[in-house]
């Protein structure tokens, strides 16, 4: 079942909100706003969650809290990678997260955390470790990223790509198994109660490998996504529908995201929409179609028109 929606990922990461195009994260807020107000009016039983920040920037928070966005969420995420990207060690992470705590005043999620095996694999090993003796017992939900590596033929979420050196290509070895389908010793490591942030994509050939490996691990809880930008390509609910049923096991929080091109500023997925209504519009199609229906899928697609109250 959906417990949570997530709104955004990374938006204070170039290359996932386009802040060029919005330099003090207005339209962020007000996209966010409208959106949460949306689902909040539709069903008040779910979690709404600020989109996972990267870098862990308290500074950023309190600017979101000063527009009085944080009013309209229940929990503020983050994602930390110590041993891979960022400029922290791996043991910070409890004044990490007490950074953002006292800002927010709102529970913390961490929503990815996670270490490549680019290097070794025994290094991801101590990763998980040590990240499940720091974080289990801290808080409310932390979410490994990730199941899978990345296909060497695919391309990771950047606009940098080969000008980054190795840190492009630790994106592809940040998963518990393999791209051959085979675990790597971080595996046996993975404590169940932590969760699994795993990125879905539009009809993923790995879709029936994810199920299986996630139900091995005896994983409860879920991240994922569901993109904007896919959700207007062509037979999109056919796959949606088949990711959603599938998922139906487990307690998934859903990451909405992504501009389709033909709704942005400027074509690209970073981008602020024109018509910051048109995302809480999506927001409530993906909620009526797959929080509200209990037996089966309603062909409809209907279209938010108005604000609900405000939390």
């Known amino acids: 079942m959906i417990e949570a929606i997530k709104f955004w990922n990374e938006p204070n990461n170039l290359s996932h909100w386009d802040f060029e195009m919005d330099p003090e994260w207005k339209e962020y807020t007000r996209m ?36 009085g966005l944080l009013e309209y969420v229940d ?70 990223y990730s199941l899978l590596d990345l296909p060497p033929t695919w391309d990771a979420t950047t606009r940098h790509k080969e000008s980054e050196g190795s840190s492009y290509y630790r994106h592809f070895y940040m998963g518990l198994i393999r791209s051959d389908n085979t675990p790597k010793p971080a595996f046996q490591q993975f404590n169940p109660e932590m969760g699994i942030c ?64 033909s709704k942005g500023k400027r074509p690209h997925h970073t981008s602020p929409p024109v018509d910051p209504h048109e995302f809480a519009d999506f927001a409530v199609q993906v909620v009526r179609r797959y929080v509200h229906s209990e037996s089966g899928y309603s062909q409809e697609r209907p279209i938010f028109t108005a604000v609900g109250a405000k939390k």
């Open 198 to 261: 795993q990125w879905i994509h539009f009809q993923d050939p790995r879709f029936d490998s994810i199920i299986h490996w996630l139900r091995k691990l005896n994983v409860k809880k879920l991240r994922t996504g569901i993109s904007w930008a896919d959700w207007l390509r062509p037979h999109a609910l056919d796959w949606f529908d088949r990711q959603m049923e599938a998922l139906r096991e487990f307690d998934t929080t859903i990451t909405l995201c992504f501009t389709p091109e």
């Open 75 to 144: 929990a503020v995420a983050v994602h930390g990678f110590p041993l891979d990207w960022n400029h922290w060690r791996i043991h910070d992470w409890p004044d990490k997260i007490s950074e953002i705590e006292e800002v927010a005043n709102l529970p913390v999620w961490i929503t990815e955390v996670g270490a490549s095996s680019f290097g070794a694999e025994e290094v991801q090993v101590f990763g998980i470790e040590r990240t499940t003796q720091l974080l289990s017992d801290r808080l409310e939900r932390v979410y490994w």
């Open 32 to 67: 966010t706003m409208l959106a949460a107000q949306a689902v909040r009016s539709l069903s008040p039983e779910l979690t709404l969650v600020l989109g996972g920040i990267s870098p862990i920037d308290p500074k950023f928070i309190d600017l979101l809290k000063r527009y």
